[in-house]
């Protein structure tokens, strides 16, 4: 299915130019679109490797590019893994159709896997093929051009480094890069005052505070867990801790492990990261020199969850 979702994909792209010149395009995807090359030698001049992806432009059907599932023991954040050839193992699998995804979470759930769906507005394929820009990349509101710059700033990351077999520190140090780095093009690009960046830091400062409220509610659970409390107990404390939160965050979906999860792959190591950077004096060259070190090598395990120490390390050692 991932091979013909991708086939697919390509065959719906247009080359840059040809969308861009088209009168039927409108006017918000022009804009959106015409900034791609700028963002792409941006990222080249901050150490990323902006590869040749984003020359075409792909029109999908509905807000996701694909449909990422995840699931997580019901008493546990332990979580399901894949492997895969070449590229390693993964804590979430990518369904290009939200049928077959749906029909397999209700598969895992059987089997007794707390199972979260969630929809991608982008993904990359590392280098393999030339990725096109994807119309699900492209929101509304001021903000807009901020989440675009982040989308592609973020996937360039994963094309510059990817550690197979460690999601948690390929996704958290692609969000780590693409949530420094996006206020300072917007900044460059329309001003440090600009309606841009004001929409884009207000919107970022929202989801940043829904981030650490689920993550504090990870540690909560995760507690609660590890306690010798016995499970009748955790499943009824955890519905009320999951209640609550689902209320106080107006959450559209009842969160569960593996949704919990999910945030935790994205968030890990920030500080750590920050630390890395400040080593190397701010300086994104020094800063990719010195993470590229870390390799399976560096990792206890596959998909290493707590990368903090290992960043830590990393930091106290200097940068070269």
Same mark, same amino acid.
């Given at each position: 299915?991932?091979?013909? *979702? ?10 840059? !130019? ?38 075409? /432009?792909?029109?999908?059907? %509905? ?6 599932? =995840?699931?997580? $023991? ?17 804590? #979430?699998? %990518? ?16 089997? *007794? ?5 969630? !929809?991608?507005?982008? #993904? ?16 509304? *509101? ?5 989440? /675009?710059? =982040? ?24 969000? /780590? ?7 300072? #093009? ?79 792959? #994205? *968030? ?5 990261? %920050? ?29 290493? $969850? ?11 050692? %200097?940068?070269?």
């Amino acid at each position: 299915q991932a091979a013909y *979702g991708q086939l697919s994909l390509l065959r719906k792209a247009r080359p840059l !130019g040809e969308v861009l010149a088209d009168g039927h395009t409108p006017a918000r995807v022009k804009h959106l679109l015409a900034e791609v090359e700028r963002v792409k030698a941006f990222a080249r001049r901050n150490a990323l490797v902006a590869s040749k992806s984003y020359q075409s /432009f792909a029109e999908l059907d %509905g807000p996701a590019v694909v449909w990422v599932l =995840n699931a997580a $023991e019901p008493l546990s954040f332990v979580t399901k893994k894949w492997s895969f050839p070449l590229v390693g193992s993964f804590p #979430y699998l %990518g369904w290009f159709e939200i049928e077959e995804a749906q029909a397999y979470q209700r598969a895992l759930e059987r089997q *007794g896997w707390e199972v979260d769906v969630r !929809g991608a507005r982008a #993904y990359s394929t590392l280098g393999w093929f030339r990725d096109p820009v994807l119309s699900s990349m492209l929101t509304d *509101g001021d903000e807009a051009m901020g989440e /675009f710059v =982040n989308v592609i700033v973020h996937e360039s990351v994963h094309t510059t480094l990817h550690v197979p077999g460690q999601a948690f520190f390929n996704e958290s140090l692609a969000s /780590f890069v693409a949530e420094a780095l996006t206020p300072v #093009y917007q900044a460059e690009r329309f001003g440090a005052g600009s309606r841009e960046l004001a929409a884009y830091l207000a919107a970022t400062a929202k989801d940043d505070r829904k981030r650490r409220r689920l993550l504090d509610v990870y540690d909560e659970l995760g507690a609660l867990y590890q306690s010798p409390s016995p499970a009748r107990q955790k499943l009824e404390r955890k519905r009320e801790v999951l209640d609550a939160v689902r209320r106080e965050l107006d959450l559209e979906v009842p969160p569960n492990n593996a949704y919990l999860a999910t945030f935790r792959t #994205y *968030g890990v190591g920030r500080a750590e990261f %920050g630390r890395v950077l400040a080593a190397c004096g701010g300086d994104w060259t020094r800063f990719f020199r010195a993470v590229s070190a870390l390799d399976e090598r560096a990792f206890a395990r596959d998909q290493e $969850e707590d990368i903090g120490p290992i960043l830590s390390k990393l930091a106290q050692r %200097g940068c070269p």
